[in-house]
């Protein structure tokens, strides 16, 4: 069965980084454009960033815009997210999410797979 498993989350002053990553096991992973999501107590689950198959199509939120960079080794079935310059505000549980398209997704009725989640928390 299909496994997205996110790891390298974890507590951090602000101001640090972390770099997250999300392996998949059970689909054929250059099939699918990827993306980052996370989820605040009390809000609403949010769009971080996508990537395409091939990883040249890139979008992000504005909130994580020239902070965050996601990225892709097909070759290991591994998807990151490399976080820098973290607020506060980061703080969130972040899932990775696998969509069986050649195309970018914001929303999350677009993907097909998700894993269960990484916590991050910034310190202030």
């Known amino acids: 069965q299909v496994q997205l498993v996110e790891s390298g989350g974890g507590l951090v002053q602000a101001g640090g980084s972390l770099r997250l990553a999300c392996a998949a096991s059970g689909l054929a992973f250059s099939n699918f454009a990827m993306g980052w999501f996370r989820q605040a107590p009390g809000k609403e689950r949010e769009f971080v960033a996508a990537i395409n198959r091939s990883g040249d199509n890139i979008h992000y939120a504005d909130s994580v815009k020239g902070r965050f960079t996601i990225s892709r080794d097909n070759a290991k079935n591994t998807m990151y997210l490399l976080m820098n310059d973290l607020k506060p505000e980061d703080t969130a549980v972040y899932y990775c999410?696998?969509?069986?398209?050649?195309?970018?997704?914001?929303?999350?009725?677009?993907?097909?797979?998700w894993g269960q989640g990484t916590q991050v928390t910034v310190s202030s």
């Open positions: 999410a696998a969509r069986f398209s050649s195309g970018l997704g914001s929303m999350s009725h677009q993907y097909d797979y």
